[in-house]
T-cell receptor, first 109, second 116 residues
């Protein structure tokens, strides 16, 4: 199956700092999503981005499908950005997604 | 749009009993639903793929007889944990693919199961 590697595993920032989270995957994919898991376990869908670049407020994401990686950018981080960020990828014929191990982000005031 | 609900959100049951978790797509029809489990501080692991009107496809290592999945309609899939044991305690999350197409998965809020 597809291997998904996220880095860094842990990240500690001061409020206001910027950060970049990375997701590498081992095969071509048709589906790539970034999620933020909140303290209650709910997965918040940040981006559906199998290719290209998208922006939503302070967050943006870029997927370079040919090079099999995706980046999630968080600018001007806030304490509410703390939590675990997951990347999930999948192939069209399978439908299902494989999750990376996540990046745990802690933003300190 | 694209809201998925799960019920219950939290359940405590005794060892040996069975518990059913429902996953519903509220504002769309789902051809396929997925069931994941997540242990503390770990990632989500796919348990099974559920297609409406057919048998679920289980991932390697997942016991079919223990985790019964039924996808009776285009908006409802259920996961029944049979003869639950404390090691089945986990966070169970479902997701759904829209019949309208595309590969974006919509996730439910999860169910926290504790087996005592």
């Amino acid at each position: 199956g597809i291997q998904v590697e996220q880095s860094p595993p842990d990240l500690i920032l001061q409020e206001g700092a910027n950060s970049t989270l990375r997701c590498n995957f081992s095969d071509s994919v048709n589906n790539l999503q970034w999620f933020h898991q909140n303290p209650w376990g709910q997965l918040i869908n940040l981006f559906y981005i199998p290719s290209g670049t998208k922006q939503n407020g302070r967050l943006s994401a870029t997927t370079v499908a040919t090079e099999r990686y995706s980046l999630l950018y968080i600018s001007s981080s806030q304490t509410t950005d703390s939590g675990v960020y997951f990347c999930a990828v999948g192939k069209a014929n399978a439908g299902k997604s494989t999750f990376g191990d996540g990046t745990t982000l802690t933003v300190k005031p | 749009g694209a809201v998925v609900s799960q019920h219950p959100s939290r359940v405590i049951c005794k060892s040996g009993t069975s518990v059913k978790i429902e996953c519903r797509s509220l504002d769309f029809q789902a051809t396929t639903m997925f069931w994941y489990r997540q242990f503390p501080k770990q990632s989500l692991m796919l348990m099974a793929t559920s297609n409406e009107g057919s048998k679920a496809t289980y991932e390697q290592g997942v016991e079919k007889d223990k985790f019964l999945i039924n996808h009776a309609s285009l908006t409802l899939s259920t996961l029944t944990v049979t003869s639950a044991h404390p090691e089945d305690s986990s966070f169970y999350i479902c997701s759904a693919l829209s019949i309208a197409g595309g590969y974006e998965q919509y996730f439910g809020p999860g169910t926290r199961l504790t087996v005592t």
